[in-house]
């Protein structure tokens, strides 16, 4: 793929809100995984008093940036607002989803991606 796209880096973002101990050796771990393959990879930390609504935008604008390929939220949301986890992970541009986690699962186990 280099050869073919020479000078391109994949974008990657990951979105948490909170400090959480774990969260945070979890995303060290990616940002350090993704720096070895030569994936440009951003963390954004939100404090623990974001709301679901700063947490949209956020998801938003990563959605929008071209120079965003894909994007993790860091589960839990870990904030002392209330945030909708699913109403979150659906959010995220189904094309831009690292974890999958913007599919709806029906009854049957079939996945219906939510295209907004």
């Known amino acids: 793929m280099r050869s073919q ?9 990951v ?13 060290s771990s990616k940002l350090k995984a ?3 393959i030569g994936i440009d990879a951003r963390h954004v930390r939100l404090p623990n008093t974001a709301t679901q609504d700063e947490v949209l935008q956020n ?4 959605n929008a940036n071209v120079s ?11 904030s002392v607002n209330h945030i ?9 541009a189904p094309d831009k ?12 186990g079939d996945i219906i991606l939510s295209y907004r």
Do not use: M
């Open 5 to 13: 796209f020479s000078g391109f880096r994949p974008g990657l973002l």
């Open 15 to 27: 979105l948490q809100v909170g400090d959480r101990d774990d969260s945070n050796l979890y995303i």
């Open 34 to 36: 993704a720096a070895e």
């Open 59 to 62: 998801i938003r604008s990563a």
């Open 68 to 78: 965003i390929h894909g994007l993790i939220v860091q589960l839990p949301l870990d």
């Open 84 to 92: 909708d986890t699913q109403l979150i992970t659906n959010a995220v």
């Open 97 to 108: 989803d690292v974890d999958g986690l913007s599919c709806d699962i029906i009854p049957t």
